[in-house]
Structures are given as C-alpha cells and as structure tokens.
C-alpha cells in the first residue's frame, strides 16, 4: 500500500514568510509524528498527535510552529515568520496506534531552506 | 533525560568485511530500541527492533541484542554489500510515544 507521503519535497521561502508543509499519513494510522532533521543530525521530535488532538507538542521549539490534523488523517505543520535557522528537513511519520512498541513509518521529507 | 549515543562515522569498510556500529542509550524505563536506515536519497527505513531486554531483532542479515546490563543496542552485519552504504540511527521509545534518535553513523562499503 501506499507509505506516508509529504508535500512539498522542496520548499524554498524567504525570512519573515509564512509556510505549510503537509502530510499524508498510511490510511489508518492513528498516531502522526513531525519531526525535523537538521544535517548531520538525527532527527528531533516535534509533536505527536493522537487522532484529531495533539498529545504531546514538548517538542515544538517556539510559538511560531504549529500544527494541526482537523480530521484525524492529514496534518499540517505551519511556521510563521520563518527564519534561517529554520532551515532543515522536516519529517513525517505514522504508527498503526501510539504504543512505545509499534513501528513510526516515515515519509521522505520536506527540505525547508530559508533564505 | 533519554539520549541516544552512537559512534561517529564515517565506518570505512571493504565488500564482505564484518560491521559493527556501537549504540548505548540513556533511559528511564525499559525502553523499545530501533535501528533506521536512510540510503542515500531515500527516507528513514525501520531496519530492525527489540522490545525488551535480551531481544534480537534482525533483517537483511542485519543483528541487534537488547543489551539491558551494558544499555547497549549494537548493530552488526556478518558480510557488507556496497548496497549497505547508508546512514544508520539508533532510537529508543520510552513509551511517551516520541522517537529518541542518536546523530546516525555513515557506512561507506567499497567493491
């Protein structure tokens, strides 16, 4: 079946400017993670939702990121007035449900460069 | 806190030499172990998991003991193909759903 997908692959913007990334989670997967992937770094926990709510946002780093997963599939993670240090590869994943034990499929990314 | 450590790369080897990449972690709890692959231009693959202590998880000749004494989640491989070249991360999963990764460990095989 088809696996978690992530649109854009690439997204290139300007300091100050707002973004979307988007995320397709395998269908009927509950639990949808974000993460980001700076280079030469493993990736960074961001947010974890449960369904429609966010379980755990520990991860975000400031009030400028959030996301949202109205119906409980597609999420969207927004930044607002980006910066350059923002700039990374933001990753995606979904799990069949939220136990420590179950395996988080990922997507291949968004590579977010601010200029 | 949980932290993943991993030895650095990059893990220069020939075609059919035996692999290792260190992994300990630090962790509250009896935590899930993981190791992901990410082959060049690819996204993160699970490559293979423990769940508990003494656990070996494996796949495409790939080894790892849950080692609770040691805090260890070694990765090993009898025979490297040039097809294993790739970025390895180690992670654990304490329960609070998030994935803790380690910074991954380049392996680079030459023919």
């Known amino acids: 079946g088809a696996g978690v997908s992530q649109t854009p692959s690439n997204k290139v913007t300007e300091k100050g400017k707002y973004v979307e990334l988007r995320c397709d989670p395998i269908s009927g997967h509950t639990a949808l993670y974000w993460y980001r992937q700076s280079l030469g770094q493993g990736p960074e926990f961001l947010i974890y939702f449960q369904g429609t709510g966010a379980a755990d946002d520990s991860g975000l780093p400031n009030d400028r990121f959030f996301a949202v997963r109205p119906e409980g599939s597609v999420s969207t993670l927004k930044i607002q007035r980006t910066e350059r240090g923002d700039s990374a590869v933001y990753l995606c994943?979904?799990?069949?449900?939220?136990?420590?034990?179950?395996?988080?499929?990922f997507g291949p990314g968004t590579r977010l460069t601010v200029l | 806190g949980n932290s993943v450590t991993q030895m650095e790369g990059p893990v220069t080897l020939s075609e059919e030499a035996f692999l290792t990449i260190n992994c300990t972690y630090t962790a509250t709890g009896y935590p899930s172990l993981f190791w992901y692959v990410q082959y060049p231009g690819e996204g993160l693959q699970l490559l293979l998991k423990a769940t508990k202590a003494d656990d070996k998880g494996s796949n495409k000749g790939f080894e790892a003991t849950y080692r609770k004494e040691t805090t260890s989640f070694h990765l090993e491989k009898g025979s490297v193909q040039v097809s294993d070249s790739a970025v390895y991360f180690c992670?654990?999963?304490?329960?609070?759903?998030?994935?803790?990764f380690g910074t991954g460990t380049r392996l680079l095989v030459s023919p």
């Open positions: 992670a654990l999963n304490t329960g609070f759903q998030k994935l803790v």
């Open positions: 994943a979904s799990s069949l449900t939220q136990g420590d034990t179950d395996t988080q499929y």
